[in-house]
């Protein structure tokens, strides 16, 4: 028997309608803020993540899935962020549009041991906003994620805020940290000793105890920010403040990708354990001119969708209550199964059918497994009659209805409606774990 390669996950039909749900809600809330999606492949150049990400950072070092051929090296995207800005680039949208706003959904991968919180195959919703440098866009971009998970019913979250500064004070900041991190060498852990001199930076967000005992001592406010960086620094919180949206200044927080520059933030729950990052975010003026692009700031974030999944507190649900769900009594019967199926959902009505020739009570036991909101059941009688029995799965209530009367009938309490937000719905508290943006 084949099974799943390790650190994937099957995702099943009963955990489908959240996901859904959640991808519905992610789309309402960026096409509130004029976003648009664009959908990058799965597969780049190699190349590209090198450049972007940085040669040191631990995605490039262990985590790539590479594929090699006769045509060069590529790899399977890790994170979004790098496909969207080579797709902006490649296809000349800056010339369209000195300012563009993005958003996309779908998968990334990384080669990690499997664990609560990891998976090699996760899933991303994440937005791109380029071509702009001000504070009040950093600003709006948190706003956008805090605005989404409220939308998913999703409470407890902190966001943890921080600068890196520009280019410079980041230079600044990893020479200060080498300086005084260098007479405390013999505490770090091996892989720390190994960034110390490739990428200090990450030493701050190392998970060894003895790393987080020498960062802890470390004084970190804002002390390598130059005035132009503290200014929209200072900025971008007094926007959150003006949004009324809570958050905490946490001057350890680094991100693992080289192209980070000034904003960046981090958005924890305190359900998840160790891997506590429900996504993460920030600006990297930068990395589109790095990729052969115009000079044109950039900010954006990404959520792990199997992680929001593991904090949300709603029951599973197999399928919408509205499923109308048709039995026909006798064999001669199930050819006039499918005119009326084909009439309903041409209404836009959802419907099934007994295809395992049921008995009529194990026919209704199917239905109620599905959650259907009606039956409809159709015998010798009903036909002759040109009627149709209607049975209302909740109050257990039915009656004869004229077939000609029948779509009308059910559109009074069928007829599709927006989707409400999943903190009103149903939905599973899957056992999935996924990756955040780092």
Not at 60 to 88: C, H, S, W
Not at 121 to 139: K, N, R, T, Y
Not at 147 to 162: D, M, P, Q, R, V
Not at 305 to 334: D, F, N
């Amino acid at each position: 028997m084949f099974k799943k390669i390790a650190g994937t996950k099957d995702i099943l039909p009963q955990d489908t309608f959240c996901w859904q749900e959640i991808e519905a809600i992610s789309r309402r809330i960026f096409s509130l803020y004029n976003f648009q999606e664009i959908r990058p492949p799965l597969l780049e150049e190699a190349v590209l993540f090198n450049r972007s990400l940085g040669e040191s950072s631990e995605i490039i070092q262990k985590q790539m899935f590479l594929v090699k051929n006769k045509d060069g090296l590529y790899a399977l995207r890790p994170e979004g962020t790098a496909g969207v800005v080579r797709a902006y680039i490649e296809n000349n949208l800056y010339k369209k549009s000195g300012f563009s706003k993005f958003y996309y959904l779908g998968p990334m991968f990384r080669l990690e041991r499997p664990q609560k919180g990891r998976l090699r195959q996760f899933h991303h919703i994440g937005c791109e906003a380029i071509g702009a440098s001000g504070a009040v866009l950093d600003a709006e971009i948190i706003a956008i994620s805090d605005h989404l998970l409220s939308a998913c019913g999703i409470a407890e979250y902190k966001i943890k805020l921080n600068s890196l500064g520009c280019a410079k004070d980041k230079l600044a900041l990893s020479a200060a940290l080498r300086k005084e991190l260098t007479a405390q060498a013999g505490k770090l852990c091996p892989d720390c000793r190994v960034r110390l001199k490739n990428n200090v930076l990450r030493i701050l967000d190392c998970k060894v105890e003895s790393c987080k005992e020498v960062v802890s001592g470390l004084h970190l406010e804002g002390a390598c920010l130059c005035p132009e960086c503290g200014a929209h620094f200072q900025q971008v919180k007094q926007g959150l403040e003006a949004l009324s949206i809570n958050y905490e200044i946490s001057p350890r927080l680094v991100r693992g990708l080289d192209y980070y520059t000034r904003t960046i933030f981090e958005i924890t729950h305190p359900s998840l354990g160790a891997q506590d990052a429900l996504g993460a975010g920030g600006r990297y003026d930068n990395l589109v001119k790095e990729l052969g692009g115009p000079d044109a700031g950039a900010v954006g974030f990404a959520l792990g969708v199997e992680r929001l999944l593991l904090v949300t507190s709603h029951k599973s649900q197999v399928t919408s209550k509205k499923l109308v769900y048709l039995i026909t009594l006798g064999e001669e019967l199930k050819k006039c199964a499918l005119p009326l199926l084909n009439k309903l959902r041409k209404e836009g009505i959802a419907c099934d059918t007994d295809y395992e020739n049921k008995s009529l009570k194990g026919a209704l036991r199917r239905a109620n497994d599905l959650g259907a909101a009606f039956v409809l059941i159709i015998g010798e009688d009903e036909l002759q009659k040109g009627v149709v029995m209607l049975k209302d799965m909740e109050s257990g209530k039915q009656r004869e209805i004229r077939q000609e009367d029948l779509i009308r009938e059910l559109s009074k309490t069928y007829c599709s409606s927006e989707p409400e937000n999943l903190s009103s719905r149903p939905c599973s508290k899957n056992k999935f774990s996924g990756e955040s943006r780092t």
